[in-house]
């Protein structure tokens, strides 16, 4: 199975940008679609953007689109989420997560991933 690690995580001022890294180990990513889901205090877990296996097709949730890009690097086995025009509310515990399939669906449940990383704390001061 793939063992996931985030990093990348930090303090920035509102406007500022930062980009956020999810390293895999154990199994090659390129069968991989990913997703990137952050958790804030008191709230539920949300979907935030996803990458299908060949990076051809990327979704973001409303909230974040147009501000955040989501990549993929499957040499380096690393996934990429670069977070612009940041936003006190963007503040969230950041996670990425795997689930094997090679379609192009919209996965923004959850429950469509079976790997999550630990998490990278992401907080953005006003």
């Known amino acids: 199975q793939v063992q996931l690690v985030e990093s990348g995580g930090g303090l920035v001022q509102a406007g500022g940008s930062l980009r956020v890294s999810c390293a895999a180990s154990g199994r090659t990513l390129s069968n991989y679609y990913m997703g990137w889901f952050r958790q804030a205090p008191g709230k539920e877990r949300e979907f935030v953007a996803g990458?299908?296996?060949?990076?051809?097709?990327?979704y973001f949730s409303d909230s974040v689109k147009g501000r955040f890009t989501i990549s993929r690097d499957n040499a380096k086995n690393t996934v990429y989420l670069q977070m612009n025009s940041l936003k006190p509310e963007d503040t969230a515990v950041y996670y990425c997560a795997a689930k094997v399939s090679l379609a192009s669906n919209y996965y923004s449940r959850a429950s469509d991933y079976a790997y999550w990383g630990q998490g990278t704390q992401v907080t953005i001061s006003s």
């Open positions: 990458i299908t296996s060949s990076a051809l097709t990327t």
